[in-house]
């Protein structure tokens, strides 16, 4: 039996994709988890103090709003709780096949048809198509330390966080500066004996101000929903303001990082911590952090900040580069994930026996992010080049699912047996995204994990969310081969296209 469309993850793409489809009368699709519940990310990021670093309102969808967010910034449980409630309300939960790993697909040209592998003495599945929701921050990852597995003690990565040990009254180190990292240094030094955090770079970190929300405005978002889709647009724009002063070094460039220096002046008095958490990079060329509590917690008695780049793990501590061995009883790697820029998560076969991790060896590439060529009917959410530098994911994410439902549906409603990216317009497209990033601060010569080692950039996107979404907007079968059945459904044979709306 082959089922319409599959789709590989349950977090925040997966049942976004799966709720847009549908509201298009598309009934007939499974969710593939590997895990035992829905939330990816947010299922996974446990850690103490985790939460999103956009508000609320606009870290969500406009298709399926929540008028109780308790704060402007969600913490992990709350958006947790926002994913589950999209399951239960849209009767997704039947459709989740819990502990599926996937573990290869196969495309059959005869048949038009994807062959899903998975993990374990699982029986293969067969879909039509394909979109893969699984999301670049699916794997966490330990960074390649020398001595990594000499060390005796309790380790703990930020994404698989260890809720049983106490750190009442321990010594602890914390190896990453990032994003996680000033969410849960804070949290440490309030219950540890003490807590080293050790910096490569430091970042631009912006006040953050997380103000709760009263019962009379929830009151007033539930019963006025305009109420709700007007804050939402304020944040929009608010953030999509930003992009003049992160995504390209302008003058707007020096308000941001002027902004954050007088946070650091305001928060760290010693001269000499100042320095060494002064960055000497462009704002928004490594992502920028949002805190307001990060800053006080290194100022602690019991927090010290150590610059020295580590030399390697030993079986009592951390040894940095100038000899000295800082003996702790945990290690805490906030260092993030293991972001696939190259490569793929499993292998992927498409036309004429083609695998899409050779293709990708370099870096990642795409048409507009969510289709490559020679593999008909796969989609991809957050796809190459598809992260915002300055505003919500979901925005993007969320014109990428009505593209790719509004592809699956045209396909579906028309009978054809697949479409293909032309290589032509996929190419286009590549030259013009690589073109435009030269001018960001992403390409401006600090090390991100943004870029592959040679300094390719398939992470994000250079422009604004409108830009984007504009790009996204229609489904220009002009861009596409479209494959249909012979009238003996053995083969296929291409037809002429033409632009249609994607929604």
Request: net charge neutral; aromatic share 10%; glycine share 8%.
């Amino acid at each position: 039996m082959t089922i319409s469309v599959a789709i590989i993850g349950a977090g925040f793409a997966g049942i976004g994709s799966a709720i847009r489809l549908q509201d298009k009368g598309i009934d007939d699709f499974v969710i593939l988890e590997r895990d035992t519940r829905v939330g990816g990310t947010w299922r996974d990021n446990t850690y103490p103090g985790a939460a999103c670093d956009i508000p609320s309102r606009l870290y969500s969808y406009s298709f399926a709003p929540n008028p109780d967010w308790s704060h402007t910034y969600s913490r992990s449980d709350e958006i947790l709780a926002y994913i589950d409630d999209m399951v239960d309300s849209s009767n997704l939960r039947s459709r989740i096949r819990f502990e599926h790993t996937v573990n290869g697909l196969q495309y059959d040209a005869a048949t038009g048809e994807w062959t899903i592998g998975f993990a374990g003495d699982r029986a293969p599945l067969r879909a039509r198509h394909v979109i893969m929701a699984s999301g670049p921050l699916a794997n966490a990852s330990f960074p390649d330390l020398r001595g990594i597995d000499d060390y005796a003690g309790q380790k703990i990565h930020s994404a698989r966080w260890d809720h049983d040990y106490d750190f009442t009254g321990k010594k602890v180190g914390v190896i990453g500066t990032g994003a996680s990292a000033v969410q849960i240094v804070p949290e440490l030094v309030r219950e540890a004996a003490s807590v080293k955090v050790f910096q490569r770079t430091p970042g631009w970190v912006l006040p953050r101000v997380n103000t709760e929300t009263g019962g009379i405005a929830k009151r007033v978002y539930r019963s006025v929903p305009g109420a709700q889709q007007l804050a939402r647009e304020l944040w929009f724009w608010g953030h999509e303001s930003v992009a003049l002063g992160v995504v390209w070094k302008t003058p707007l460039t020096r308000v941001v990082e002027t902004v954050s220096m007088l946070h650091l002046r305001a928060q760290v008095k010693d001269p000499w911590l100042r320095r060494q958490l002064t960055p000497a990079y462009a704002a928004g060329c490594k992502r920028l952090l949002m805190s307001s509590d990060y800053y006080p917690a290194l100022e602690r008695d019991n927090c010290k900040l150590v610059t020295w780049p580590i030399a390697r793990l030993a079986r009592q501590g951390i040894r940095t580069v100038e000899g000295v061995e800082h003996q702790v009883d945990c290690i805490v790697f906030a260092t993030g994930f293991d972001v696939s820029k190259a490569g793929t998560p499993f292998p992927i076969t498409g036309l004429d026996g083609r695998v899409l991790a050779d293709a990708w060896s370099r870096g990642a590439y795409a048409y507009r992010s969510v289709a490559v060529s020679g593999y008909p009917n796969l989609y991809f959410t957050f796809g190459p080049n598809s992260g915002p530098g300055h505003n919500s994911a979901l925005v993007y994410m969320e014109a990428q699912i009505d593209f790719i439902t509004g592809a699956i549906s045209q396909t579906l409603s028309q009978g054809w047996k697949a479409l293909d990216v032309r290589t032509d317009a996929q190419d286009r497209h590549n030259r013009d995204i690589q073109r435009r990033l030269t001018a960001t601060t992403w390409n401006s010569g600090c090390q991100s994990w943004y870029l592959t080692e040679d300094g390719f950039n398939a992470t994000m996107y250079p422009g604004f969310a409108t830009q984007y979404l504009r790009e996204l907007r229609r489904l220009d079968l002009r861009d596409f081969r479209i494959l249909v059945h012979d009238h003996a459904g053995r083969s296929a044979r291409e037809h002429a296209g033409q632009p249609v709306g994607a929604r």
